[in-house]
């Protein structure tokens, strides 16, 4: 999934690094987890994991991907579909719920009616996220996975599965340019394609694994792990605006919405970590009130809170070292009209006790 600060890319590196300064044990916890990408890793690797995000659709993730450990049988769904035998022959349970959600029919709910140029038309600037077309398959999918939550005809898993099915492939179609803070003015040939809900792989470390829908600053009191895994905002920007609309398929909550992009309101999703006065409180929060055997925060050197102030925050509480490397990244100019190449550090203050 394109998400900002997606560790996917270089989890290899930053696990390499640990091991290398003798960050290893048993149970690891992903604090802000957002795609879940580096749970999934420390999953695959044995630990038992645990994890956390504010944002209720990187919930649905870490339900499917960090909680689960089972492949979904959907036994009580699937004799009530109407399915033909040969659909059940070489399919995973998972993959013929997933073919017949995309049989299903077409319903004209929020997403199509708030995020599609038809569904849209009355406005002076029609919404463009998704073609007409595929809001209204989206909004079927979604229906139709909380219909069987409520008839009790798939587990508390199974519904999670489903959702991250769908938020994962919504993003193969959304008309965006990375993030959903805007939509572009003309299609993306992405856009334009049908709409196929796609199946998730599940992961079983055989290990009893725990996730929070939580803002950290409220549970970190309660944590205890051997590594404590911190990968909190690096700027100003609030995740909820960049993702409002996976947040409202996820939670279909029929929100509030106002402006240009059909914005739900997030007052309670701010993170403390997009100011830099209140991010290194926090900093200093989580370091001191939570129980762990290393505390290792991903960062980036043009962070807002100062290097000198987090190894002054971490050296309070044990032996901290900073390791950094570089990567390549486009940024757009400030005038907003080119792109360049820049080099930026990934840094892991690495806090052990
Ligand atoms: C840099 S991203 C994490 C990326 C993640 N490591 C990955 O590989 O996808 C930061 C995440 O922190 C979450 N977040 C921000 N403030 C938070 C808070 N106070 N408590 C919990 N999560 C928070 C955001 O929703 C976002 O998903």
Partial sequence: ?????????????????????????????????????????????????????????????????????????????????????????????????????????????????????????????????????????????????????????????????????????????????????????KWDPRATKKFMLRPIKTINNNKLNQVYNADSMCIADKITTDILYLDPPYNERQYLPNYHILETIAKYDNPEIKGVTGMRKYGNEKSLFCNAKTAIESLNYIARTANYKHLVLSYNSEGIMKQEDILAILSQYGNVRLEQFQYARFKSNSNGLSKTKKHIFEQLYILSK
């Fill in 1 to 185: 999934m394109r998400y900002i600060g997606n560790k996917e890319n270089i989890i290899d590196k930053i696990h390499n690094i640990l091991t290398v300064n003798g960050v290893s044990g048993e149970s690891f916890f992903d604090f802000f987890s957002g795609t879940t990408n580096v749970a999934k890793f420390y999953k695959k690797l044995g630990y038992t994991v645990s994890s956390s995000d504010i944002m209720y659709m990187s919930f649905c993730l870490q339900k499917a991907y960090i909680e689960n450990n089972d492949e979904p049988q959907f036994a009580s769904l699937i004799s009530t579909l109407q399915l033909s035998s040969q659909s059940l022959l070489f399919s995973t349970p998972l993959e013929v719920v997933v073919d017949y959600l995309n049989s299903i029919d077409d319903v004209e709910g929020f997403i199509y009616q708030n995020y599609t140029p038809d569904g849209t038309a009355n406005l002076e600037i029609p919404r463009m996220y998704f073609s007409s077309e595929n809001g209204k398959r989206i909004d079927a999918i979604r229906q139709q996975i909380e219909s069987w939550k409520i008839k009790a005809l798939i587990t508390d898993s199974e519904y999670y599965i489903l959702l991250t099915c769908l938020i994962e492939s919504v993003s193969f179609y959304a008309n965006i340019s990375g993030v959903y803070a805007a939509f572009q003015k």
